[in-house]
């Protein structure tokens, strides 16, 4: 009897992107271009966040914005009312995540010509973004207080992926039971070596200390 031939899936998606990502992330490094990738669950402030701090580096870059959701243009259609920046809106077709291909899809149809930084919102979702590489220079992850502390340890893969986590929405924390202590603990036994950032995109707290880091992380792509 022939011997059955078992293909392993996941494991071949998954090589085949990191391959493409690999691609992706040497154009962008050949163009001198900064692709961030901002990861986070529905509700955390990612449109919010990434509006303010659009206004505080485009004086000094020139910037797009991706979009990714299921559906809808509403997050694309409030950068460029806020922001002025270029932008376009990805849907995914009832995907929960983008992958290099799709990333690369992105950037060929915003026109990426001549920009220096483009941020990639990526799709809401705590769990499905985290395991696709998307070419990016960097991946950053926010978080909203209102979600709770222990998130590092449900969503372990999200943050161990992060190089910069963004704590959201402290102006909130006499209003919720969020020890912040027990939060940076839970995310340090995940990921001891990315920076964190505790931040209000509503009433800018931190904001200045993110467009500090971002501009840093620039600086050391193009060396």
């Not at 806020?82 to 995907?95: N, P, S, Y």
């Not at 039971?177 to 340090?188: A, G, I, N, S, V």
């Amino acid at each position: 009897m022939e011997e059955v031939k078992v293909i392993e899936l996941k494991e071949s998606v998954f090589a085949d992107n990191d391959a493409e990502a690999d691609r992706v992330r040497e154009d962008l490094r050949s163009r001198g271009q900064f692709l961030l990738n901002v990861m986070s669950s529905p509700g955390s402030g990612k449109t919010t966040t990434l509006t303010r701090l659009i206004n505080l580096l485009k004086d000094t870059y020139r910037i797009g914005v991706m979009e990714a959701d299921i559906d809808g243009a509403v997050d694309t259609d409030h950068i460029i009312s806020q922001t002025g920046a270029r932008a376009i809106q990805l849907h995914t077709g009832g995907m929960c995540h983008l992958d290099a291909g799709m990333t690369r899809t992105g950037i060929d149809s915003l026109d990426a010509t001549g920009l220096d930084l483009v941020f990639l919102e990526n799709v809401g979702n705590l769990v499905c973004p985290a395991e696709f590489d998307t070419g990016a220079s960097k991946n950053a992850v926010i978080l909203s207080v209102p979600e709770g502390d222990d998130k590092p340890l449900k969503y372990p893969l999200m943050f161990e992926k992060a190089d910069v986590v963004l704590l959201n929405k402290i102006d909130v924390l006499p209003y919720f039971d969020f020890d912040l202590d027990t939060f940076e603990t839970y995310l340090r036994q995940r990921n001891p070596n990315c920076q964190l950032i505790k931040i209000s995109a509503k009433t800018g707290e931190g904001m200045d200390q993110l467009a500090d880091w971002v501009r840093h992380e620039i600086d050391l792509w193009r060396a």
